[in-house]
């Protein structure tokens, strides 16, 4: 996919995502493979494996990796906490298919951890993957202070705990079934449940390097956008594509009676929605001129994608 940079005010230079999102999900893959290796009790290194080395678009440690470098830091820099962004992923799916939540089958084209490991292994897994998480950012990060790491690490913990990414969950959970739930509990689900995590991988990415406060607020914002978008795009994805293509069960929004925006807007006015809110997150980054092209081309790719 060769997509264009079409944000007002940007020279019009044609970016290569496809070569890009290769290329970086190959290092990815690489780091993750070395990150966790299978040590003694082989059960859990090969059920936190399983999930963590499945394939997926590798999105969240790419933005990490790419905001890292916007803000002046290098790839090497960024790498473990771009891994530990999609461990926390990876933790968050295991969880999030078990029979007490999404009772989902199938991820990524596999069965889901607990088809395979049984749910005892697989709550283990995700605690497991959760750990190492912050393990991996504290112990392995070189070429940023310490000072820099923590905060990296109180970013992280807060996207992924109750003021984060738990917190939307759960309130993700108490909507099931409620025919009456509003725009401002979808979206508190919504930036909480997805935006959270993407957020934290944007803006770790540049806090790493010492980014601006000018910056890291652009960022933020950018990062914001594209969550709200990436949820929506999911949820319309959940109805108009198949099963094949997902990887995962479709359908599975409207026969667990989910709030979506699709449900509350029709696929015609959330695909417009998320849309502009890509837009809204392009233009955060107008005054970076061609160093922002990884990142405008990967908020594109989050409407254009088809799993
Ligand atoms: C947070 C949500 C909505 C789950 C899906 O995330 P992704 O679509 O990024 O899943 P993978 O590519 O990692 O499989
Ligand atoms: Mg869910
Ligand atoms: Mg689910």
């Excluded at 290796?37 to 082989?42: R, V």
């Excluded at 923590?150 to 909507?175: F, H, P, W, Y």
């Excluded at 725009?183 to 959270?196: F, M, P, Q, R, S």
């Excluded at 997150?281 to 409407?303: H, M, R, S």
Aim: with cysteine.
């Amino acid at each position: 996919m060769v997509l264009t940079n079409d944000t007002p005010s940007q020279p019009i230079v044609a970016f290569d995502l496809t070569a890009y999102l290769r290329d970086r999900q190959q290092a990815v893959e690489a780091a993750l493979e070395r990150a966790l290796p299978l040590l003694y009790p082989e059960t859990i290194y090969e059920s936190m494996r399983y999930s963590l080395l499945a394939g997926g678009k590798r999105l969240r440690p790419i933005l990490c990796l790419a905001s890292c470098e916007l803000a002046g830091g290098t790839m090497e820099m960024a790498m473990p906490t771009a891994c530990a962004m999609e461990m926390l992923h990876t933790m968050s799916l295991i969880h999030d298919d078990l029979p007490a939540m999404d009772n989902d089958d199938y991820r990524r084209g596999k069965l889901t951890n607990h088809k395979v490991y049984g749910d005892d292994i697989a709550i283990l897994a995700g605690d497991g993957l959760l750990t190492y998480a912050f393990e991996h950012i504290a112990d392995r990060t070189q070429g940023a202070s310490g000072d820099r790491i923590l905060q990296v690490i109180v970013k992280t913990a807060r996207a992924v705990g109750a003021a984060g990414l738990v917190g939307g969950q759960v309130v993700d959970l108490l909507s099931e079934g409620k025919p009456d739930v509003d725009v401002a509990t979808l979206n508190y689900i919504h930036t909480h449940k997805t935006g959270a995590l993407l957020e934290a991988s944007v803006v770790c990415g540049a806090l790493l390097a010492g980014a601006t406060e000018t910056m890291l607020q652009h960022l933020g914002e950018y990062a914001k956008n594209i969550g709200l978008a990436f949820q929506i795009v999911d949820d319309i994805l959940d109805i108009t594509a198949t099963s094949e293509q997902l990887g995962k069960t479709s359908g599975k929004d409207l026969q667990a009676q989910k709030v979506t925006y699709p449900s509350l807007w029709g696929i015609e006015k959330s695909r417009e929605e998320s849309k502009r809110l890509i837009r809204q997150a392009k233009a955060q980054l107008q005054d970076y001129g061609d160093a922002a092209q990884p990142l405008l081309a990967l908020a594109d790719f989050i409407t254009a994608r088809s799993y």
